[in-house]
């Protein structure tokens, strides 16, 4: 699958200004932006920040040009959206470990 079909695949949960979720929409139109909609749609996201103890630099990944979204821009290393098959804290917990290739045993 490409990243544009995951894009079309994947949804997010669409939120109203009181932080509500009023439904979702896939990832690849609620980044669409146009005179009409020239933000984003309101939706639920993370990152996960990683900083050097002994420095206190951030670490940063540039994105590829051929991203969908935001190409060539220095992002977090983890970003992601959850959607209603998710559960938050358990994706921060294992894209953070498989980030920092840390196991359970």
């Known amino acids: 699958m490409s990243q544009s079909d995951f894009m079309e695949k994947d949804t997010v949960l669409v939120l109203n200004e009181s932080d509500i979720v009023v439904g979702s929409e896939s990832k690849r139109s609620s980044h669409i932006f146009s005179k009409e909609r020239p933000r984003a749609v309101v939706h639920r996201a993370f990152s996960v920040f990683l900083f050097d103890e002994q420095t206190g630099e951030l670490l940063l990944q540039r994105r590829a040009?051929?991203?969908?979204?935001?190409?060539?821009?220095?992002?977090?290393?983890?970003?992601?959206r959850y959607t209603y098959s998710h559960?938050?804290?358990v994706i921060i917990i294992i894209l953070s470990m498989n980030f920092l290739h840390l196991r359970i045993n």
């Open 65 to 80: 040009a051929s991203k969908v979204t935001f190409p060539n821009v220095s992002s977090p290393q983890t970003i992601n």
């Open 87 to 89: 559960r938050f804290w």
